[in-house]
């Protein structure tokens, strides 16, 4: 798919902690192996038992819209040609506490809502310099959720 | 009172439109820190400390050697975000000062952004890393575009028209048609200029939004004791907090976080500090980098319940020496000047020394609320020192 803010939009710079997140194909959330904690954005350990054993688990990306910022106002020159657009804030059902930025690729900024239902999709691209493909999580309003 | 540590003066350069200094950053710091330093009748070369946030190009040693100190005994500035922390910047100085580590600590912010550009821009190419990546990959790059997040949920939450967001933006310009001072005297805000204006990210207006601005402010704090050979009425450092928090951005829309401007542990350690209650408060300086986490800021330092917001914020009960609740009595960061907030302390302390051109009568406790949305949260209570 076209990434929603352009295909010339910035890219991840993939390091340990989010490449999980960017390449899987299927939402990654960092959670502690040893007591079960979910946690965003990544850190080096467990914020809840200081574990340092932490890495990406498996999320079924289903989630709710907590929050949406329309931005009307480009403050990047890139992104002068995509105003307006939403970045909505993302509860996932199965990492409790964790929220996630997004946007929402099958809904203009005006039918979003506080409460809607979303699941994830998929925005590709491949790196430039490494080949290496990516797989960025993006939104999906879920008409089919009750 | 608590608070050993009393502010003796009050200084700032005049103020400008974002690149409008016919001065550098560094000549607008030495020239307030020299006007403070005179306001409180103390010789410039005898300041021996200095506190500042987010300020790294205005260093200590560089200020220390441009002004002639005779020796610098103290310097810091506290970690985290930006605006946030200009009351944990007077909290530095009174900590300093109250330890006896130094004996004449200058707090200030200097800011130039036409010297040295803009906040809340983004040029960045290519990639993104560290935490940034999940924010700015998805075009949340702005603190405006961070609060709007916040405030957009706490709006629907507590049910809350984002009409009272106008009510704070008129009271600032209300207030700064009485300040000489101000960069917007004599440029009155309209109910219909503000709704005329265009969106910057929903729920924010540009009038939502604080002004860039060239300019810098600077206090002297000392000891209680030198009061007396002191120029200007001094005024106590009742008390003052930082509030821990996650950081910001990504980190601070998590969970319990959400939504959230990092001043519900900055309220209990204050008014536990300070052994008085929100009521008691006479004026008050909100930090507004955007309306809509200053009305959460005054909520979360107790001002005001999120279910009375409707009733009680609302330009004609905040606006005037007169009001209810007297907020921004100089036009604060929208319509005074935006010195990253500084501005705001000054005028806390020209309230309790009878000085302000919003005078509110009486005033025995004036308080200074930092910027919100951004932790650590910091706010700091001043009154009389006699």
Redesign the interface.
């Known amino acids: 798919m076209t990434r929603?803010?352009g295909d010339d939009?910035?890219?991840?710079?993939l390091?340990a902690q989010?490449r999980a997140y960017?390449t899987a194909g299927e939402l990654k959330v960092q959670a502690c192996r040893a007591c079960g904690h979910a946690?965003?954005?990544p850190e080096d350990l467990c914020r809840a038992c200081g574990s340092h054993d932490v890495g990406p688990r498996r999320s079924a990306g289903r989630g709710r819209i907590?929050?949406?910022?329309?931005?009307?106002?480009a403050?990047?020159?890139q992104?002068k040609l995509?105003v307006?657009?939403a970045?909505v804030?993302v509860s996932v059902d199965d990492a409790?506490?964790?929220?996630?930025?997004?946007?929402v690729v099958n809904g203009a900024p005006s039918e979003l809502r506080?409460g809607a239902r979303v699941r994830v999709a998929f925005e590709e691209a491949i790196d430039p310099d490494s080949g290496e493909r990516l797989l960025?999580p993006q939104w999906l309003l879920d008409h089919t959720a009750t | 009172m608590k608070g050993r540590a009393i502010v003796a003066g009050v200084g700032e350069s005049p103020y400008y439109e974002r690149g409008g200094s016919p001065d550098t950053e560094f000549q607008l710091a030495c020239l307030a820190i020299r006007r403070a330093a005179a306001d409180a009748g103390i010789d410039v070369a005898d300041i021996d400390g200095f506190v500042s946030y987010m300020d790294a190009r205005n260093d200590p040693l560089r200020l220390a050697a441009a002004l002639g100190l005779r020796e610098l005994r103290w310097s810091a500035q506290p970690w985290g975000g930006g605006g946030n922390n200009m009351a944990a910047a007077v909290q530095l100085a009174d900590a300093a000062v109250s330890a006896g580590y130094a004996r004449n600590v200058v707090a200030f912010r200097a800011l130039a952004q036409g010297q040295f550009g803009r906040f809340?821009?983004?040029?960045?190419?290519?990639?993104?890393?560290?935490?940034f990546?999940?924010?700015?990959?998805?075009?949340?790059?702005?603190p405006?575009?961070?609060c709007?997040?916040?405030t957009?949920?706490f709006l629907?939450d507590h049910h809350i028209a984002a009409d009272v967001l106008c009510e704070i933006a008129l009271t600032c310009y209300a207030n700064a048609q009485r300040n000489p001072r101000a960069i917007r005297y004599g440029t009155p805000l309209t109910r219909e200029q503000y709704y005329a204006a265009?969106?910057?990210?929903?729920p924010f207006r540009l009038y939502d939004c604080c002004p860039e601005n060239d300019g810098a402010a600077a206090i002297v704090v000392t000891t209680r004791e030198r009061a007396r050979d002191l120029r200007a009425k001094p005024v106590a450092i009742v008390a003052a907090a930082q509030g821990l928090g996650p950081a910001y951005g990504?980190?601070g829309?998590?969970?319990?976080w959400?939504?959230g401007v990092f001043y519900r542990g900055v309220a209990d350690t204050l008014w536990q500090h300070a052994g008085c209650r929100p009521s008691e408060v006479d004026v008050l300086q909100l930090y507004e980098n955007f309306t809509g986490p200053a009305l959460m800021a005054l909520c979360e330092m107790g001002f005001c319940a999120p279910e009375d917001v409707a009733d009680r914020v609302r330009a004609d009960r905040m606006s005037g020496p007169d009001a209810e609740l007297p907020i921004n009595t100089s036009g604060g960061n929208l319509g005074e000047a935006y010195i990253h907030g500084f501005e705001l302390v000054n005028e806390a302390v020209r309230q309790v020394r009878g000085e302000s051109t919003c005078q509110v009568a009486n005033v025995d406790l004036s308080l200074a609320v930092a910027g919100p949305g951004y932790a650590p949260g910091s706010a700091v209570l001043f009154g009389r020192a006699d």
């Open positions: 929603y803010l939009w910035l890219l991840p710079a390091d989010n960017f946690q965003h954005p907590e929050s949406i910022a329309v931005v009307h106002h403050v990047h020159p992104l995509r307006p657009y970045v804030l409790p506490g964790v929220s996630l930025l997004g946007n506080i960025i | 809340g821009q983004s040029r960045a190419v290519g990639r993104v890393g560290g935490e990546v999940f924010s700015h990959l998805y075009g949340l790059l702005s405006a575009q961070e709007a997040l916040h957009a949920r629907h265009r969106w910057i990210v929903e990504v980190s829309f998590q969970g319990r959400f939504p």
